[in-house]
């Protein structure tokens, strides 16, 4: 059944990349080699001065036996390169649709390959099937020489990628392979031995002695038998898996010795499943060929029927490969590389296993990337990526979809301009969609990047990501169409993916809920999903989760069990710490950054018994995210910086707790005992208080810095100002609002000393004034724009005079004494008739801070609680109470003539603590003598022309 009736849809093979091509054809022969290269930057901003850091390009060109090619230029190496090799094939006339060979030509090509490798070349090759080739060497009686197919069908990719072409069912049941390498080995019955009843094959002719004796390695000198650790995951879901160890002894082969665990007498009745994990991995499952397993051996390759095993199917080790494996496996890292011709080797825990169990879901994916017990399965938000901890959505997403061999996710990226409607009122501004939607795709590793934004300085536009997943084989399966917009493309993909991997969380966590139940959560989270083929991809889990979960029913957290198991530190003089009842007020503290030493111990306290599973000296996490287990967001808000709380939770899954357990043999006993708990012990170190943007946002609706904005629109409206000066005015947001709305303005102007700033100040205003019609009677009509690059504390004489000039949160990032300094020179020589200076009110800091105050040392001294406040932003120089703002404004109006009011925005002047933003209005007086000296001088030209646009010219 398919949700809402919407069509499938078939995903084609891609075809071969033309580089895939050229290896094909010229194979080592074929030599690329890429530079960087630095080409001025194309900004889209004519007429900026700053020089633009540029992202680095590349250039690749390729050699060929036949020609050389040069690309042209590109962001990321590998697109230079296939670019290359297209030009490559190109110029060499090959068409890449007609490459295909014959099914009579792959054919031969399996038989040669075949061939290749029982050769007395192969033999002293490095190369993973090698190994076996000079091991069976040591096989006694029949089975010397003798090779197991089925390692075969594992080692070479070659041969598995030409059955793949031949045969694209070989994906779904890869030990199809082992037909084709018996029949091919049966076509080459003069020089190979295919033996009934067996899935081996050795040589007619022994290798010759000097062949063997060139290609053997030299053995270490140790004699040794090589003791590792591995895994038994019986096919009855009733009995538990267990670790076992392979002794491996210099003079045998390694696989013999795993045949004899699964009850064989040799390897040949083996069968291996395509490795697990990270693709160099050597970790397989290992399982009996059913004695049903009949292969048909036919000589000829084009009539190799599909095979189908019988037998008991073991969800577990077939949930991990992705292939039916029958009865008993064993799970191992055993096996020979490219790197070397030893036998490479590595022990695989009971805890290997578990983390392997849990990396194959959204919430283990995440307690993984931030190794603790003490994060919660996925955090609910993603905010900022500097806050976040652990690995990102999009690539936790990436992951579990290649865990689940999904194709990689696709990111399909609309780009929307936006602007606001124009009234300065303080009434919601709708969003309005301009024109057509931009569109782009972004393949799971191409794009979206942190440095890879097309708009991180806001030039008005804002995107929204589509997500899609599809199956190798089944085609689309998830589809996620999130509607709200993101400043940047980095954030809408990571918050689809963050979508995503919560509602496919909300399965794994309960994988018998209810189909409804499961469409429902699917439209919260803004997803349409085929649900056949999604539970026929992901329903094996259903059977592991039965598996794990069977005999503790509902071992999940709960938010009313912490609350009420809180404790004080027993011994701990310093812990004073209580809660009655569950408090989860933790919006004081939303976006904060908490940081704690903790540890997590499993506990029987009837018996006195505790187990130590885990601890940190440094674990962080954002507050208001969910990224913790539920309470201790409440908790840690009430705790002060040193102090220390114990608190039991509910034991979570088991496979949790075994995934973080060094030594499952010592907490196993424990953990199946019903009335263990998980003992939590957390001292709180620091706690970061969020920047202030985001402290703002949280606070403010609209943010503080809208309301500075339109406090500063309605006087420009009311003085009828046709010109404005934004000393300070960073990327430019006050200018770039202020071209929404029906002012008088003609010549707008920003100063800053950052260049950065003033880059992304004029790239979004040249957008922006060349995007916008003059027949638009709702905004201002802009002759000149200007940009400077100069101190604020410097006069320039081109800005001598203006009808308005303001200076929005400039003053406390520059020391008190410059900031005296600007208060002079804008007052006595640019005289602007209105100057409007905001700045943040100290005073407030105590409500925005309420919580974190709590988490600084208390000092017994007669300190007030407003004087422990620390400042909004670690760049501020200084941050003045109302009384220090007053007296600096009052005493400069005095002295340059002018009057000055003041005002504030956030909170109210008549409830204390007074507004969150201060705010002095200086009115000028008459004009005196001076003031008309000033006048374009020239004399004073301090500033440098950054970015100019007249009108359009
Ligand atoms: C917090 S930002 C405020 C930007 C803008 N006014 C706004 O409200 O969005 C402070 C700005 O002041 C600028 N600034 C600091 N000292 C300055 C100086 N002496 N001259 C010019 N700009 C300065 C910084 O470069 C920065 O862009
Ligand atoms: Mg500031």
């Not at 301009?434 to 942190?450: P, V």
């Not at 309605?714 to 947001?733: K, R």
């Not at 006595?828 to 008739?833: C, E, K, T």
Request: glycine share 6%.
């Amino acid at each position: 059944m398919e949700t809402k009736g919407s069509p499938a849809v078939v995903v084609k093979k891609p075809p071969l990349t033309p580089k895939a091509i050229i290896h094909q054809k010229f194979g080592s022969k074929a030599c690329y080699t890429v530079e960087e290269v630095q080409e001025s930057a194309q900004n889209g901003c004519p007429g900026l001065a700053i020089q633009q850091k540029c992202p680095c390009l590349y250039r690749c060109s390729l050699q060929l036996p036949e020609c050389s090619v040069v690309s042209g230029t590109f962001k990321k190496k590998k697109d230079a390169e296939q670019s290359a090799a297209e030009m490559a094939l190109e110029k060499l006339g090959i068409c890449p649709s007609t490459n295909d060979p014959s099914p009579k030509e792959l054919c031969d090509d399996i038989i040669a390959r075949v061939k290749y490798l029982f050769s007395n070349e192969f033999l002293s090759s490095v190369h993973p099937l090698s190994g076996h080739f000079r091991a069976a060497l040591k096989r006694d009686g029949d089975l010397y020489g003798s090779i197991p197919a089925s390692v075969i069908s594992v080692c070479d990719s070659k041969l598995c990628n030409l059955c793949k072409s031949l045969n694209p069912k070989v994906e779904s049941n890869p030990l199809l392979v082992i037909s084709y390498i018996m029949g091919a080995a049966a076509r080459l019955s003069g020089s190979l031995i295919t033996s009934e009843g067996h899935l081996s094959i050795r040589r007619q002719n022994p290798f010759p002695r000097e062949i063997i004796e060139s290609s053997v390695i030299e053995e270490s000198g140790s004699q040794e038998s090589i003791w590792i650790e591995a895994i038994h995951i019986p096919s009855s879901l009733e009995e538990a898996v267990k670790p076992l160890t392979l002794c491996v002894s210099t003079t045998g082969y390694y696989l013999d010795v795993i045949a004899q665990k699964l009850g064989l007498t040799d390897a040949n009745k083996v069968l291996v499943s395509r490795s697990i994990g990270k693709a160099s991995s050597e970790t397989r499952l290992y399982f009996a060929a059913p004695e049903s397993y009949r292969l048909d051996l036919s000589p000829d390759l084009l009539n190799v029927k599909e095979f189908h095993i019988d037998g008991s199917l073991n969800a577990r080790a077939s949930y991990f490969c992705g292939q039916d494996v029958i009865g008993d496996a064993v799970l191992a890292s055993i096996g020979y590389t490219w790197k070397s011709k030893d036998l490479s080797h590595e022990d695989f825990s009971l805890q290997s296993y578990y983390r392997m169990v849990i990396g194959k879901t959204p919430y283990g994916l995440y307690k993984l990337s931030r190794d603790a017990l003490l994060a919660s399965k996925l955090p609910s938000a993603f905010t900022t990526r500097t806050n976040w901890r652990g690995s990102y959505p999009r690539d936790m997403l990436c992951s579990l979809c290649r865990q689940h061999r999904l194709d990689d996710p696709v990111f399909s990226i609309s780009s929307i301009s936006i602007k606001a409607s124009s009234e300065p009122s303080r009434s919601h501004k709708k969003l309005k969609v301009a024109d057509s939607a931009e569109k782009e795709t972004i393949y799971a590793n191409g794009g979206g990047t942190a440095t890879d934004d097309v708009d991180p300085m806001g030039s008005g536009s804002t995107f929204t990501c589509k997500l899609e997943i599809f199956s190798k084989f089944r085609g689309l399966i998830i589809e996620c169409t999130p509607k709200n917009p993101f400043k940047t493309k980095y954030d809408s993909i990571q918050h689809a993916s963050l979508k995503v991997l919560s509602w496919i969380n909300s399965y794994f966590e309960n994988p018998y809920m209810h189909f409804e139940k499961l469409n429902r959560l699917a439209d919260a989270h803004d997803i349409r999903f085929y649900p056949q083929k999604f539970l026929s991809e992901f329903s094996l889990y259903q059977a592991v989760h039965n598996a794990e979960h069977g005999d503790t029913p509902g071992a999940q957290l709960r938010k009313s069990d912490c609350t009420n198991a809180l404790h004080t530190m027993p011994g701990n003089g310093d812990c004073t710490f209580n809660i009655e009842g569950p408090v989860y007020d933790t919006s004081a503290s939303i976006g904060s950054l908490f940081c704690v030493i903790y540890s997590v111990s499993l506990v029987k306290e009837s018996e006195n018994m505790k187990e130590l599973l885990e601890s940190s000296e440094e674990f962080e996490f954002e507050m208001g995210t969910e990224a913790v287990v539920p309470c201790l967001e409440a908790i840690v808000t009430q705790m002060s910086v040193g102090q220390s709380v114990c608190f039991t939770m509910d034991v979570p899954p088991r496979e949790l707790i075994l995934a973080a357990a060094d030594d499952s043999t010592r907490i196993l006993p424990l953990l199946y005992s019903k009335t263990c708990c998980l003992e939590y012990t957390v001292t709180l170190l620091q706690v970061t208080e969020p920047p202030e943007d985001r402290m703002e946002q949280a606070f403010f609706s609209p943010p503080l810095s809208k309301q500075r904005m339109e406090y500063a629109v309605q006087h420009i409206i009311e003085c009828c100002a046709t010109n404005l000066v934004d000393f300070g005015c960073g990327s430019g947001s006050l200018l770039d609002s202020l071209l929404d709305y029906p002012t008088a303005l003609e010549k707008i102007v920003g100063v800053d000393i950052s260049h950065k700033s003033l880059s992304r100040a004029a790239k979004m205003l040249h957008s922006k004034l060349s995007t916008k019609s003059d027949a638009d009677a709702s905004c201002a009509i802009i002759k000149s724009a200007v940009l400077y690059d100069g101190s604020i504390t410097d006069f320039d004489s081109r800005l001598h005079g203006f009808d308005i000039g303001t200076c929005l949160e400039v003053i406390e990032h520059m020391e008190e004494d410059q900031a005296c300094q600007f208060g002079d020179v804008v007052l006595s020589s640019f005289r602007p008739r209105i100057l409007i200076v905001s700045t943040p009110n100290y005073e407030f800091n105590v409500i925005l801070q309420k919580s974190n105050t709590a988490g600084q040392e208390e000092d017994p001294d007669e300190k007030t609680q407003t004087q422990c406040c620390k400042f909004r932003n670690h760049d501020h120089k200084f941050e003045w109470t109302r009384e220090q703002f007053n007296s600096w404004a009052s005493g400069l109006a005095e002295r340059h003539n002018y009057s000055v009011e003041f005002s504030g925005v956030g909170g109210s002047a008549d409830v204390e603590p007074g507004f969150a933003s201060q705010i002095a209005v200086f009115r000028r007086g008459v004009l005196s003598e001076v003031d008309d000296l000033r006048k374009d001088t020239g004399l004073a030209d301090h500033y440098k022309i950054i970015w100019e646009w007249n009108g359009g010219q």
